[in-house]
């Protein structure tokens, strides 16, 4: 059973834009927490951006300003708008819905896209 499906990555230079889209399945859209997160090759992961089901969003210090984080529920829906893109945005994006607490750790989702591949050139 297909939860979470990802779309919208590729290949931009920098300054250039990009939104990510997240499908998610009516039962795990109902989480805590649903929110993107990204790998790059050698690092760890790394919550970008998320939303909680208070209402709250959040930012990384690195793209606030830069990234917008939303949803269609109508749709079961979560975006990640991507501005200003630079190479050190360069990433694996992954979609994820979890009951964590504070939604900013990998640890915190159960639920996970594949992931799609986000690349900035210089």
């Known amino acids: 059973q297909v939860q979470v499906v990802e779309s919208g990555g590729g290949s931009v230079q920098t300054g250039g834009s990009l939104r990510l889209s997240c499908v998610v399945s009516?039962?795990?859209?109902?989480?805590?927490?649903t929110g993107w997160l990204r790998q790059a090759p050698g690092k760890e992961r790394e919550g970008a951006a998320h939303?909680?089901?208070?209402?709250?969003?959040s930012y990384a210090d690195s793209v606030k300003g830069r990234f917008t984080i939303y949803k269609d529920n109508a749709k079961n829906t979560l975006y990640l708008q991507m501005n200003s893109l630079k190479p050190e945005d360069t990433a694996m994006y992954y979609c994820?819905?979890?009951?964590?607490?504070?939604?900013?750790?990998?640890?915190?989702?159960?639920?996970w896209g594949q992931g799609t591949q986000v690349t900035v050139s210089s």
């Open positions: 994820a819905a979890g009951d964590g607490l504070v939604c900013w750790y990998a640890e915190e989702y159960n639920y």
């Open positions: 009516q039962h795990t859209y109902s989480t805590y927490c």
């Open positions: 939303n909680r089901a208070d209402g709250r969003t």
